[in-house]
């Protein structure tokens, strides 16, 4: 895969998760974030295991037909045998894979319990601002250094946030700041697969793994904190499959394959599609409609998105013609 269809399965996935934030809003007439998130991800983890199981029988061939000669006999077998074993995702590979489920249920439990009270456009546009938060975890966890883009492009996204407020940041509902917190979150989650699923080839296990950690632990939550009634679960059905198959399932697998081809910062600024699709559903499916302030934040949010991508991809083109020349 190049990175031209890396980057267009990862706008496929924005795509799904702009239409998935209609599914998280509606669900919760029915039930429970925590709920929700659960059922969701059992639903994903039910989508992703078939294929997850298929990636691992792949990849014990492969060690075996590496490991086994043409002359083999009933030693050489034992070797390919023990190869492939090797082969197997070692405890590092599933600590790793848990640690990203770990940020994935972060991210989703201040997203989905921030829908209780803001909107659909604003969290789609508050949730992309991990674009921004992307690069700057790269500085703080791996010393990479920034393209000095990174630093307007934090200003933009600020002002933007202060217009979506309605120019009081006072203003700012407990569910709007859930939600940023859920970008930095979601900019962990980035930047960890970016680091994690290129050492070990798995990229169906981890989203099977990061499914289930985050499935258990919402399940648990919500039998402590939530009612659980099944005719209120059944309401919530088409939401829940959806979410589960399309928005978690599909997506956030085609998230993974995606980002094996292409940087981290490439894979936040296309994933970040997700907040102007999620305007344009909640536009046609609820109905919402923002001010003009409100708009002119999303404006910047968005812009600023797209510089932190943009303006380093033109300053390498740049200097490569300048090379040729």
């Given amino acids: 895969m190049n990175r031209l269809q890396a980057n267009a399965v990862l706008l496929l996935a924005g ?41 691992s029988s792949r990849h014990q061939r492969q060690a075996a037909d590496r ?33 990203i489920g770990l940020t994935l249920f972060a991210g989703m439990a201040c997203q989905q319990v921030g829908l209780l009270s803001t909107s659909v456009t604003n969290s789609g546009f508050l949730t992309g601002l991990y674009v921004v938060f992307t690069p700057i975890i790269c500085v703080a966890l791996f010393k990479d250094r920034p393209h000095p883009v990174i630093w307007p492009a934090a200003v ?11 120019g009081d940041p006072g203003a700012l509902v407990i569910g709007d700041v859930l939600t940023i917190f859920s970008a930095f979150f979601w900019a962990l989650q980035v930047v960890m697969i970016a680091r994690f699923v290129g050492q070990s080839g798995r990229p169906l296990a981890l989203s099977l793994t990061q499914f289930l950690v985050t499935a258990v632990l919402a399940l648990l939550v919500a039998v402590i904190l939530e009612p659980i009634v099944w005719s209120a679960i059944i309401d919530a059905a088409p939401e829940i499959l959806y979410a589960g198959v399309f928005a978690s399932g599909i997506a956030f697998t085609l998230q993974v394959i995606g980002q094996r081809y292409t940087t981290a910062p490439q894979a936040a600024i296309f994933l970040s599609s997700e907040a102007p699709f999620a305007a344009l559903f909640a536009f046609l499916f609820l109905g919402e409609r923002i001010g003009v302030l409100g708009i002119g934040g999303c404006v910047l949010i968005f812009s600023a998105m797209l510089l932190v991508e943009l303006v380093p991809e033109w300053q390498v083109k740049r200097l490569q013609a300048l090379n040729q020349e």
């Fill in 15 to 55: 795509a799904t998760w702009g239409m998935g934030f209609i599914a998280q809003a509606k669900a919760m007439d029915s039930v429970g974030p925590f709920l929700f998130i659960g059922l969701r991800f059992l639903v994903a983890c039910a989508v992703v295991l078939p294929f997850a199981m298929l990636e």
């Fill in 156 to 166: 933009l996204a600020l002002s933007g946030i202060f217009l979506l407020s309605g």
């Fill in 67 to 99: 490991a086994l000669p043409a002359d083999t006999d009933v030693a050489h077998a034992a070797h390919a045998a023990h190869a492939a074993h090797a082969h197997l995702l070692t405890r590092d590979d599933i600590a790793k894979f848990c640690l």
